[in-house]
């Protein structure tokens, strides 16, 4: 397993296993949780969690055929879908299924000063892409008005405060107003989601105009 | 199969080293006279044995055990998270008939009974009832082929429901917090606020639940 330093945080595994988090914010935690031995233990304490809930949160009454009816449905199902086999390439099975495959299946987009994007769809408020940084290029200075997650998956990038590696995820808020920069060597490829789409829409222009002045 | 068990359940006042609680745990049990039947480790191997069952004989009798104790429960969470009854009804019969059609799939030395149908109850939660998409995490290398190490299943099962009593165990305000980020009825800042304290409290009160259950399932 990688050397992964940067984890989710305990409301993302909360929410997630709870099935309560925008599906954008879902994907890089599933991403995040294929890589990592250590969030997949965390998350299934959170699972056991809602499980416990699940049993003490009162009984509903079936309908008195639900039984029969299940059995039909039983009966009448498609057998169960074979597992999905194991990524071979950079991106994680969740992944993969949102791209169409791997790295070489993405198709990016120019947003300017040799960044690329990618915008993966998905329902909800929050929004995710992967994103294309050449080595040592920075992603201009942005603020949050949200949350935004940042997992890599090839290459690394550095910001003010810290190094993140492949397999690391960067749990940005509000707070944060950082400008990161990939590191020198192989191009980074990194799968960001955020949770204020209006602060998003502004966000690619911004990027094209501070380009141009460069 | 599991009749070692039987001499390791445990019958009522647990210990109160399981949650770090001291003198407080009689004030608890007296309290909540309503939520301290907590499902017992024989109860829950039993569940373990009802999807066996399912598994290896497509055992009906044992499917209508199953079905008796988690279909019911699996609607009333579903409506607490605001499902309406027909869809509630609907969803928990697809989550019982995924049970079926899924045995194979289950591990219990990686997953309680309960852990596992809950996540099964929550996919189908987000698939017919909020619409979207779920994407999981892609599997382990090893899957669930060999049959599981017993004392593992055993020690799992024991490490949940002190989990379980341990969540019972909170004061009535900060359990509905825990409950209502389960149902859907918290916002993120909720969560994340220290006054909402849902994972305050799991970090304290819980973590020690949490952390031997977590050793159990390695
Ligand atoms: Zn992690």
Request: with cysteine; glycine share 6%; aromatic share 6%.
């Amino acid at each position: 397993m990688k050397d992964i330093k940067h984890h989710l945080t305990d409301q993302l595994l909360m929410g997630y296993a709870a099935g309560t988090l925008p599906e954008a914010f879902s994907l890089v935690v599933a991403t995040h949780v294929s890589l990592c031995d250590e969030c997949r233990a965390r998350l299934a304490e959170y699972e056991a969690v809602g499980g416990e809930i699940m049993m003490d949160a009162g009984a509903a009454p079936m309908a008195e055929d639900a039984l029969a009816s299940t059995m039909a449905l039983i009966a009448n199902a498609n057998p169960a879908p074979k597992q999905e086999t194991r990524s071979t390439g950079i991106f994680p099975t969740p992944l993969r299924d949102y791209v169409g495959g791997d790295k070489d299946a993405v198709r990016w987009r120019s947003v300017g000063g040799g960044v690329k994007q990618m915008i993966l769809s998905t329902e909800g408020e929050a929004t995710v892409r992967l994103l294309h940084i050449p080595a040592g290029s920075a992603v201009p200075d942005h603020g949050h008005n949200g949350t935004e997650l940042t997992l890599v998956l090839q290459g690394a990038f550095a910001d003010h405060t810290d190094h993140f590696g492949v397999g690391d995820v960067e749990v940005a808020n509000e707070d944060l107003d950082h400008t990161p920069v990939a590191a020198e060597g192989e191009d980074c490829i990194c799968l960001a989601a955020t949770d204020a789409p209006l602060k998003f829409n502004s966000f690619l222009p911004r990027i094209a105009q501070k380009f141009v002045k460069i | 199969m599991f009749v070692q068990s039987e001499t390791q359940i445990q019958d009522g006042p647990v210990p109160v080293d399981h949650y770090g609680q001291g003198q407080n745990h009689n004030v608890r049990t007296k309290r909540k006279p309503s939520r301290v039947p907590n499902t017992d480790t024989s109860q829950r191997i039993a569940w373990i044995e009802e999807i066996f069952a399912i598994r290896d004989k497509q055992d009906q009798a044992a499917f209508a055990r199953l079905f008796a104790h988690f279909a019911p429960r699996i609607k009333g969470f579903l409506i607490r998270s605001g499902a309406a009854d027909d869809m509630a009804e609907e969803c928990a019969q697809e989550v019982l008939a995924t049970v079926w059609r899924k045995a194979a799939l289950f591990d219990p030395s990686r997953a309680s009974a309960a852990t596992w149908i809950f996540t099964i109850a929550r996919n189908r939660q987000i698939d017919m009832i909020r619409r979207a998409r779920r994407p999981e995490p892609e599997d382990l290398p090893w899957g669930p082929d060999a049959e599981p190490d017993q004392e593992d299943v055993i020690a799992l099962s024991q490490e949940t429901e002190k989990l379980g009593e341990a969540i019972a165990a909170l004061p009535e305000k900060q359990r509905e917090l825990i409950e209502r980020a389960y149902f859907g009825d918290l916002s993120h800042s909720e969560i994340a606020e220290q006054t909402g304290l849902p994972l305050g409290t799991i970090k304290s009160r819980i973590r020690l639940a949490l952390d031997r259950l977590r050793h159990s399932m390695r």
